[in-house]
């Protein structure tokens, strides 16, 4: 059984952002599904100095910069927007399985 980490990052605006707290609430809601340690997840908030910075990395390691709002998996770009549970679900299982 594959036990490949998975990192998601939501590309969002954290402060009064509905849809990267919708993203959080979705992956907290998913997590008690995958073995403890493969799932992480953090938000790359483009309103700090930190979050610029890391959008921009992940620009160049995307071949294009990520929208506002966005999930990037395990640094390639997933969705251009905030996705469904169950569509967040499948990409996330995906991404376990696929060792990328």
């Known amino acids: 059984m594959s036990r490949e980490k998975v990192l998601v990052e939501i590309v969002a605006k954290k402060k009064g952002c509905m849809m990267c707290d919708l993203a959080i609430a979705i ?36 071949g294009r910069m990520p929208a506002v709002p966005s999930i990037v998996i395990n640094e390639a770009i997933a969705f251009d927007n905030i996705p469904d549970m169950e569509s967040l679900t499948v990409a996330v299982r995906e991404a376990s399985h696929s060792g990328n």
């Not at 907290?28 to 890391?54: C, H, K, T, Y």
Request: charged share 20%; hydrophobic share 40%.
């Open 27 to 62: 992956l907290e809601e998913i997590s008690p599904e995958f073995n403890p340690g493969v799932l992480g997840w953090q938000v790359v908030d483009v309103g700090s100095r930190e979050g610029v910075a890391r959008h921009a990395e992940l620009g160049s390691i995307c």
